[in-house]
């Protein structure tokens, strides 16, 4: 099981970016995809889940700006994320709690994508 984060870049302060979270490996159960991120200095913080039943959680800091999709056939997590400041800038992780394989069950991180709000 893998966890392929992509799509992070620089983008001016308003702008939007999509980050992607792609999971590879024979999966047959899982709880929910996350994004984490983390500045510098800074703990990594969870900021977006997507459950299996499709349910969402968002950080109050992202709130009504980032929103989290799934596309079941392709595997992927997607985080939209729109008016962005320059307090997004961060790399940003995905990870699964709780994915299993068969009976083997693990927590798997993607490597950070780095997002960089700046005019």
């Known amino acids: 099981v893998q966890l392929q984060a992509s799509g992070g870049g620089r983008v001016p302060p308003g702008g939007s970016l999509t980050l992607s979270c792609t999971v590879s490996?024979?999966?047959?159960?899982?709880?929910?995809i996350d994004w984490y991120r983390q500045a510098p200095g800074n703990q990594r913080v969870l900021i977006a889940r997507?459950?299996?039943?499709?349910?969402?959680y968002y950080h109050s800091s992202v709130m009504h700006r980032f929103f989290i999709s799934r596309d079941v056939a392709a595997n992927t997590v997607y985080l939209q994320m729109n008016i962005l400041k320059s307090e997004d800038t961060a790399a940003y992780y995905c990870?699964?709690?709780?994915?299993?394989?068969?009976?083997?069950?693990?927590?798997?991180w993607g490597q950070g994508t780095q997002v960089t709000v700046s005019s």
């Open positions: 990870a699964g709690p709780s994915l299993c394989s068969g009976s083997v069950c693990g927590s798997y």
């Open positions: 490996g024979s999966i047959s159960s899982w709880q929910s």
């Open positions: 997507i459950r299996s039943n499709g349910g969402t």
